[in-house]
C-alpha cells in the first residue's frame, strides 16, 4: 500500500546484539557466516536429569560491564543482557536519547519468559525459608515489560511504550508495532526487538511440556530445520535490540539506516482440528501487500526454521504457495543459537538487517538433507554473496502466533 | 544480639542484595539521603526486610520508609532499638 510521498517510513539505524553466536552485532554475524555454533551442553546448571541436555548459551557476558552495580541485583539476567544490547544499538545509531525529548522516545520489547531465573530463585526462598525471605525486586524482575521499563527508566524513554508476549513472533511483532507508532507521529524513535533468557531448571521444565524441544544428543545434529533428521528445536537465550526510526529524523541527522520496514503482518492459527489453514501463508501475502512489493521482488528470506516436521512442511509449503518452487533463497540461521523465544524473530530481523547491508546471505549451518528440497532453495553450505534490496523474516510464535516482516535496504 | 550494627554490616546487605554502584562507599556520619543515590521505595522495603533478618528487629514498611532514610539514620535506629532490647 503505497503512502503519500514525504511522509515518514521508520527505519532501522541501529543494532545490539546479545546471543550465543556472540556479544555485539560484529561477533554476531562473523559467526553467522563462520558457520560457528553457540549450542553445547547446558552449564548454567546440571542438565543431566532433563532430557533436554543442549541449548544455545551466552558465555562471557557479565552484568557488570554493562549495568550500574546499584541496578544488578534488581534485575533478571534478561534485563541485563537487553541493557547491553540496548546500549550497543544506541551508539551504533551514534544516539544520544539524553539530547533528545523525552516523549518521542519509546521502548517496545518482546518478552516471553519473562525473569524465570530470578524468579526460580526467589521460588526457592519461598518454599525452602518463608514468604519473608522472597526479595521485594521478585516484585518487579520476573514481570515481562521489566526489561521494556527499566530500558524506559535508563535512558529516560516517556513515549508510548509496552512490551508483547507472542513468544517467537514476538520480536517482529514489536517492529511491526514501533512502525505503526513512527508512522503515525506518536513518537520518533523505538527501542524494539527483544531478547528472552530462560536458562534454569524451572524455564526449561516449562519449555519442556510443548513436546518440541528435540532430545538428539549431538550438538550438531540436535535441530536440523527442514532437514531430514529434523526431531525439534533447541531452547536458547538472547537476542537483538533493534533501534527504528523515524526515516526524517534520522536522515537529518545524518544517521546511515541499515534498512525500512516496509511490511508487516500478523495473524494467529485456526484451533487445532479446524479445516482452515494455518495464518502464515496468508500473513506473508499481507506483509507483502503492506510493503506495496510483489513475491518476485523479495531477495532472501529468512524462515521460522522450527525443526518439527510437521512444522516444517507448513512453513514450506506456505512459502511455496507464496514465492513458487525453489523461487527465492531461504534460510534459518537461528540453527547457530537454537530458538530464543522472545528474542528469536529480533535476532532474525537483525541479521536480515545485515545482510542486506553486506550483500550476503547467511547459510542454514548443520542442515544437509532437506526434505523440501523441491520447494526450497535453502541457502546450505557457504553464504551466498549478492545483491540485496529485501528481506522477508517469518516467524510462528508457539500456541498460534504467526508473523511477517519485510524489510528494504535503504537507499 | 549484643554487637553493634556496624556501617560494614550495612554495606555488606547493600551490596548483596539491594546494589551498589562501584566506588560508592558509606559512613557511619553520612547523611546523604538514600534517594539522592537513586534507591526508591523498593530498595527501602529490601533494606528493612533484610535488617529484619539479621536483627531480628521488627520493622514495618512505614517505619522503613520514615526511618532508613540514610546510611546515619539506618545506623541510630538499628543500634538504638538494639540497646533498647539488651536494657530488656
Known amino acids: ?411 | 544480639m549484643t554487637a553493634e550494627f556496624t556501617i560494614g554490616d550495612l554495606e555488606e546487605i547493600m551490596n548483596s542484595t539491594i546494589g551498589m554502584d562501584e566506588g560508592v562507599q558509606f559512613t557511619a556520619d553520612d547523611d546523604i539521603p538514600f534517594t539522592d543515590r537513586g534507591y526508591d521505595s523498593l530498595a527501602m522495603i529490601e533494606l528493612a526486610s533484610q535488617l529484619e533478618q539479621r536483627t531480628g528487629i521488627r520493622i514495618p514498611d512505614d517505619v522503613a520508609l520514615e526511618r532508613l532514610t540514610s546510611p546515619r539514620r539506618t545506623l541510630e535506629f538499628i543500634n538504638s532499638h538494639l540497646a533498647a532490647a539488651e536494657r530488656g
Open chain 1, 1 to 411: 500500500m503505497s503512502r503519500p510521498a514525504g511522509t515518514p517510513e521508520a527505519v532501522i539505524t541501529g543494532i545490539g546484539v546479545v546471543a550465543p553466536t556472540g556479544i555485539g552485532a560484529a561477533a554476531h554475524w562473523q559467526a553467522v557466516l563462520d558457520g560457528k555454533s553457540g549450542i553445547d551442553r547446558i552449564s548454567r546448571f546440571d542438565p543431566s536429569s532433563y532430557p533436554v541436555q543442549l541449548a544455545g548459551e551466552i558465555t562471557g557476558f557479565s552484568a557488570k560491564d554493562h549495568v550500574p552495580g546499584r541496578l544488578i541485583p534488581q534485575m533478571d539476567l534478561w534485563t541485563h543482557m537487553s541493557l547491553a544490547a540496548a546500549q550497543e544499538a544506541l551508539d551504533d545509531a551514534g544516539l544520544v536519547p539524553a539530547e533528545l525529548t523525552d516523549y518521542q522516545m519509546s521502548v517496545v520489547t518482546a518478552s516471553s519468559s519473562g525473569g524465570t531465573e530470578f524468579g526460580q530463585r526467589e521460588m526457592v526462598r519461598l518454599y525452602q525459608e518463608g514468604p519473608s525471605r522472597v526479595g521485594a525486586y521478585q516484585s518487579i524482575a520476573w514481570f515481562y515489560a521489566a526489561t521494556t521499563g527499566q530500558l524506559s527508566i535508563r535512558h529516560g524513554m516517556r513515549g508510548p511504550s509496552g512490551v508483547i508476549c507472542t513468544e517467537q513472533a514476538g520480536g517482529l511483532d514489536s517492529l511491526g508495532h514501533a512502525r505503526r507508532l513512527i508512522r503515525g507521529g506518536g513518537t520518533g524513535l523505538v527501542l524494539g526487538g527483544g531478547l528472552d533468557a530462560s536458562m534454569c531448571p524451572y524455564a526449561l521444565t516449562a519449555q519442556l511440556t510443548s513436546r518440541k524441544l528435540s532430545v538428539v544428543d549431538d550438538p550438531a545434529r540436535a535441530y536440523l530445520p527442514f532437514d531430514e533428521a529434523a526431531s525439534g528445536y533447541l531452547p536458547g537465550e538472547g537476542g537483538a535490540i533493534v533501534l527504528a526510526e523515524n526515516s526524517q529524523a534520522a536522515a537529518a541527522r545524518g544517521a546511515r539506516p541499515y534498512a525500512v520496514i516496509a511490511g508487516y503482518a500478523a495473524g494467529f492459527d485456526p484451533p487445532p482440528g479446524s479445516p482452515r489453514p494455518p495464518a502464515l501463508r496468508r500473513v506473508i501475502e499481507a506483509a507483502l501487500a503492506d510493503a506495496g512489493l510483489e513475491s518476485s521482488d523479495i531477495d532472501v528470506v529468512f524462515a521460522d526454521g522450527s525443526g518439527v516436521p510437521a512444522e516444517d512442511r507448513a512453513e514450506a509449503q506456505a512459502l511455496c504457495q507464496v514465492f513458487g518452487p525453489r523461487a527465492v533463497p531461504v534460510t534459518v540461521p537461528k540453527t547457530l543459537t537454537g530458538r530464543l523465544y522472545g528474542g528469536g524473530s529480533a535476532l532474525d530481523a537483525a541479521t536480515a538487517a545485515l545482510a542486506l547491508r553486506h550483500g550476503v546471505i547467511p547459510q542454514t549451518s548443520g542442515v544437509t538433507r532437506p526434505v523440501t528440497a523441491d520447494q526450497l532453495d535453502l541457502v546450505l553450505g557457504a553464504p551466498r554473496t549478492r545483491q540485496l534490496t529485501s528481506a522477508l523474516v517469518v516467524s510462528r510464535g508457539y500456541g498460534g502466533f504467526a508473523s511477517a516482516l519485510v524489510l528494504r535496504r535503504a537507499a
